[in-house]
Each structure stands twice: as structure tokens, then as C-alpha cells.
């Protein structure tokens, strides 16, 4: 397949759903051959078998566990055998926050586990993919960070350490990497709708209006939105840019407390999109 990844193989974690799943398509449309990773085997292998036949191009499916150094090693083995070395990897597997507490009253497994899917995950995959990435002189590497990577909420203790680390995380490698032709740069995402999230909201156990409110552009961002953005990193013309962190965020971050100073404002969006855009997700 023609594409600015022809002949390159993406190696893309958390896969089979949302951001991952999303990420999987571009990637797979600039025709990158595609070297999948998720947690449950037939899920990624039905993840792989899709896109194959939607885009024409070779796609295989390993499972994995990110926060386990064995299933890394040997998915990443596989993976390598299936299709070849990976050149551009993107880690997407994560988990929300399960428990939305202050730290002292959370379990402290909780915080381990967050900080193992999200930040040794990353590592691990990027310590095992590098390698190659030098020896081919060319490397993209994108961490799915957050809005809670560059600022805090309270009750969050892990989630938010952990995406605060995968900023760390990204600009040491790209230091490191650097004269390498490897570019590590993160993405930011505020409220993205994808699956599990789709499926609180309408369970009643999240506030779609409510975040909408808080985000500038009066509403949730969508998966394809955030992969726009990691295909553009991975682009081989994006090569001189790294080590940088990337808000897909619709303006929450830059936005301040206005404290009692509201002033006038426009009515926010009270549907789920600006109405105009809105693509069918398959994510
Ligand atoms: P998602 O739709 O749930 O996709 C995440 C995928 O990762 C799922 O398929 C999940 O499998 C898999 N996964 C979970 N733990 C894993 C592990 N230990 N090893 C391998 N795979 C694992 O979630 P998403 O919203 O796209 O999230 C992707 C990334 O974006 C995460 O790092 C998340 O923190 C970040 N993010 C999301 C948002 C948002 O609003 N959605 C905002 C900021 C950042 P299971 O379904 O089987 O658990």
C-alpha cells in the first residue's frame, strides 16, 4: 500500500478500543503495517482481522499485558517475527482512575496499578522497540499522556502522577534519541468519547454536559481527533519535532478559573458534537 509509512511496521498498544483503535486506522491508512497489542488474544486478533480487510494491509494481533515484562517481551517478539521491526510505536493502553478518592483512603494497589499500565508499560515498549528504531535510523514514539498530565485534579493521585510521568518519560527519550532520527513527543487528550466512557454517560454514572461545559469547545473530542494528531507526529516529515507534549484537549487546559468574574458568556453545545463534523466512530 502507498502511504508515507509504506514499508514500516506501527506498533500500537491498548489497539482494540478507542484512542488505540483509532491511532491503529491512521496509522494503517499512511500504510504502515500494523503490529497490535491489546489484553484479551481474540479481541486484537478480530481487531487485526478488520482492519486488514478494510485497508489493505498486513495487520496482526498479540496479547498483552504492558504492566507484565514477560507478555512484552514475547508479544513484542512475536510481533517482530509476524511483520518485522516496528518504526513507529504508539502506547495507548491505559485504564481510567477505578478509584475516586483522596490517596490516603484508596488502596495502594490502585496507585501501583497505574503507575504500571501507564508509565512501565510505555517504558518497557519503547525499550524494547528502540533498538531497531536506531539501528533503521528512524523512529516515531507517541505517549497518550492527558490533561491530567500537565495539570491536577484532586482524587487522582494515580492517574495523575502517572500521566505527569509519561511527560518525563517523553522528553528524557527524546534526548536520548535524538541524533537517532527517533522522535518521542505525547499527546494530551481532554475528554475524548470513547467506548467504556460512551457507555458511563449513558449509564448515568458520568455528566457529558458537565465536562462540555468546562471544555471551551462546548463538547467531548472524539478518538479520530486524537489519532489525527499522533499520525501527524508520526509522519516522517514531523522529524524535527520531539520532546513535545501536544493538548488535544478543545481549549480545557488554557482555560482559567474565572472565580466570581463570569461575565457574559455564549450558551456551551448542548449536543454531543458541533453537528457539522461528526464522523460515524467505529472505535
Ligand atoms: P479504551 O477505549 O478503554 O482503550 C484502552 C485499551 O487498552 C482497551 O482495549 C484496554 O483493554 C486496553 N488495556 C487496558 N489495560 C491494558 C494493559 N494492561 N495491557 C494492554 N492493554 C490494556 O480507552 P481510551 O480512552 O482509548 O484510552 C487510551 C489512552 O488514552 C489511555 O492511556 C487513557 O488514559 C488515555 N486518555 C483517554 C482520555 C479519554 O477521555 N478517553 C483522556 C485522556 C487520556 P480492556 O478494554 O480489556 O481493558
Known amino acids: 500500500m502507498a502511504g508515507t509509512l509504506a514499508g514500516r511496521v506501527a506498533l500500537v498498544t491498548g489497539a482494540a478500543s478507542g484512542i488505540g483503535l483509532a491511532t491503529a486506522r491512521a496509522l494503517g491508512r499512511m500504510g504502515a503495517a500494523l503490529a497490535l497489542v491489546d489484553l484479551d488474544a481474540d479481541r486484537i486478533a478480530a481487531t487485526a482481522a478488520q482492519l486488514r480487510a478494510e ?38 493502553a491505559g485504564i481510567n482512575a477505578q478509584e475516586i478518592k483522596p490517596l490516603h483512603e484508596q488502596s495502594f494497589a490502585h496507585f501501583e496499578r497505574m503507575i504500571a499500565i501507564h508509565v512501565h508499560g ?45 511527560v518525563g518519560l517523553t522528553r528524557a527519550l527524546a ?9 518521542v513527543n505525547a499527546v494530551a487528550p481532554g475528554y475524548i468519547l470513547t467506548p467504556v466512557l460512551e457507555e458511563r454517560i449513558r449509564k448515568g454514572i458520568l455528566d457529558y454536559d458537565r465536562y462540555a461545559e468546562r ?15 499522533i499520525a501527524f507526529l508520526c509522519e516522517p516529515d ?16 488554557m482555560r482559567g478559573d474565572p472565580g466570581d468574574d463570569l461575565g457574559p458568556r455564549p450558551e456551551p453545545v448542548r449536543g454531543r458534537d458541533d453537528g457539522g463534523s461528526r464522523q460515524q466512530s467505529s472505535a
Not at 149 to 159: D, F
Not at 175 to 183: D, V, W
Not at 215 to 229: D, F, K, N, S
Request: hydrophobic share 45%; charged share 15%; glycine share 8%.
Open 215 to 229: 471544555t471551551p469547545v462546548g463538547r467531548w473530542g472524539r478518538p479520530e481527533e486524537v489519532a489525527r494528531v
Open 238 to 253: 514531523s522529524a524535527f519535532i520531539t520532546g513535545a507534549v501536544w493538548p488535544v484537549d478543545g481549549g480545557w487546559t
Open 55 to 92: 485497508l489493505a494491509v498486513d495487520a496482526v494481533g498479540e496479547a498483552c499485558d504492558v504492566a507484565d515484562p514477560e507478555t512484552c517481551a514475547s508479544a513484542h517478539a512475536a510481533l517482530e517475527r509476524a511483520v518485522g521491526p516496528p518504526s513507529v510505536l504508539v502506547s495507548c
Open 122 to 166: 510505555s517504558a518497557r515498549m519503547a525499550a524494547l522497540c528502540v533498538p531497531a528504531m536506531r539501528a533503521q535510523r528512524f523512529g516515531r514514539i507517541v505517549h497518550i499522556s492527558s490533561i491530567l498530565g500537565l495539570v491536577a485534579l484532586p482524587w487522582r493521585a494515580g492517574y495523575t502522577t502517572a500521566k505527569h510521568a509519561l
Open 175 to 183: 534526548l536520548e534519541n535524538a541524533r537517532y532520527g527517533i522522535t
